[in-house]
T-cell receptor
């Protein structure tokens, strides 16, 4: 069984559309994260939720809205997609959100905005 | 200047060589993570360090808190070690993860 899963794996869409990426973890972890990896392969944290509550919110356009219906899921909704949103988005989870916890990553979702 | 610097950016080695990848950071941290990103894109956490040294198989990670520096060593390197190795730090008093730009390692048979 996959520990951290994301859907879809690939997403190609037109500028201006709204899209969602789903993330689920079956590890029983309390904390989940979203990261963006740009074309230069540079990783940046976007959001972190601990027990469904937002604990990290980096400087991300408010077109990006994370939603955590329960602690096993953290979905990323993006409104009015722009060309610069094209990237690979990784979801991750950790036991308790401590900086010393090991993070487990999903396989990534490659978003292409045309 | 990035708050987390890695060197080298690219590294090509022959199978069997001992490899060292370095990570330096600018201010106090609560933890440092080493990650491996496979050519297919998947990311795996290798180590978490807050002090000292850790070993797992052929991989060894060390951290010197005073010098704000960490190294990842690979002994007896193998082509399957070819990947991008990424250092990430969490600055003290924050939950903020800052990533290095990664070191692309290629091990030739």
């Amino acid at each position: 069984d996959t520990a951290v899963s994301q859907t879809p794996k690939y997403l190609v869409t037109q500028m201006g559309n709204d899209k969602s990426i789903k993330c689920e973890q079956n590890l029983g972890h309390d904390t989940m994260y979203w990261y963006k990896q740009d074309s230069k392969k540079f990783l940046k944290i976007m959001f972190s939720y601990n027990n469904k509550e937002l604990i990290i919110n980096e400087t991300v356009p408010n077109r990006f809205s994370p939603k955590s219906p329960d602690k096993a899921h953290l979905n990323l909704h993006i409104n009015s997609l722009e060309l610069g949103d094209s990237a690979v988005y990784f979801c991750a989870s950790s036991q308790a959100g401590s900086s010393t916890d090991t993070q487990y990553f999903g396989p990534g979702t490659r978003l292409t905005v045309l | 200047k990035n708050e987390v610097e890695q060197s080298p950016q690219n590294l090509t080695a022959q199978e069997g060589e001992f490899i060292t990848i370095n990570c330096s950071y600018s201010v106090g941290i609560s933890a440092l993570h080493w990650l491996q990103q496979h050519p297919g894109g998947g990311i795996v956490s290798l180590f978490m360090l807050s002090s000292g040294k850790k070993k797992h198989g052929r991989l060894i990670a060390t951290i010197n808190i005073q010098e704000k520096h960490s190294s990842l060593h690979i002994t007896a390197s193998h082509p399957r070690d070819s990947a991008v190795y990424i250092c990430a730090v969490v600055f003290s008093g924050t939950y903020k993860y800052i990533f290095g730009t990664g070191t692309r390692l290629k091990v030739l048979a």
